[in-house]
């Protein structure tokens, strides 16, 4: 099974500023099976970015994903009020679907 | 579009049966390449996936639940089903449906709101 691990825990940061959240594989996944979706409390998740870089529909450009292999990243470029919430990555392998355990971003 | 919608008891008892239904609307669960998924999230914690139905009605599950997780579809109530036996007290979660897109997004694309389930006597 392919784990997830997403860094940092808990990103603190201001309004307008720039976020960068991290999820790192244990073994390589395919950059068309991984996936960032975004939580609100009380929310279900919501897809952000499927095949690591493409925009869900209705998502706005300051959502951006990159990456492959075994590091992948996803972008906030300026935080809006309503960006502050929680993220998971999530990988498609071998039949199985796993999360990353979320990076929480909260206003500093 | 399409909505999903999870139905069924808050409240299980330890040893029993978790059963739950998840009710496709805006369109066919026949139609499309689609996995339909179930997965769940404990309070405070991330999200688990459980298992999966495609549309041929193959099924996969996870390997940690396999022994206890039941997904089945019936088409002409578009719906499809969890059944998770001998529950326990870390069966407590919040359950979703969602829908994965198969070769579109290849991703969970859409999500039903969530049902609380408790496990305890």
């Known amino acids: 099974e392919i784990v997830l691990t997403q860094s940092p825990g808990t990103l603190s940061l201001s309004p307008g500023e720039r976020a960068t959240l991290s999820c790192r594989a244990s073994q390589s996944v395919s950059s068309s099976y991984l996936a960032w979706y975004q939580q609100k409390p009380g929310q279900a998740p919501r897809l952000l970015i499927y095949g690591a870089s493409s925009r869900a529909t209705g998502i706005p450009d300051r959502f951006s994903g990159s990456g492959s292999g075994t590091d992948f990243t996803l972008t906030i470029s300026r935080l809006e009020p309503e960006d502050f919430a929680v993220y998971y990555c999530q990988q498609y392998g071998s039949s199985t679907f796993t999360f990353g355990p979320g990076t929480k971003v909260d206003i500093k | 579009q399409v909505q999903l919608q999870e139905s069924g008891p808050g409240l299980v008892k330890p040893s029993q049966t978790l059963s739950l239904t998840c009710t496709v609307s805006g369109g066919s669960i026949s139609s499309g390449s689609y996995y339909w998924s179930w997965i769940r999230q404990p309070a405070g914690k991330g999200l688990e996936w459980i298992g999966r139905?495609?549309?041929?009605?193959?099924?996969n599950y996870n390997p940690s639940l396999k022994s206890r997780v039941t997904i089945s579809v019936d088409t002409s109530k578009n719906q499809f089903s969890l059944k998770l036996s001998s529950v326990t007290a870390a069966d407590t979660a919040v359950y979703y449906c969602?829908?994965?897109?198969?070769?579109?997004?290849?991703?969970?694309?859409?999500w039903g709101q969530g049902t609380m389930v408790t496990v305890s006597s």
């Open positions: 969602a829908r994965y897109d198969v070769g579109a997004t290849d991703a969970f694309d859409i």
């Open positions: 139905i495609y549309t041929s009605g193959s099924t």
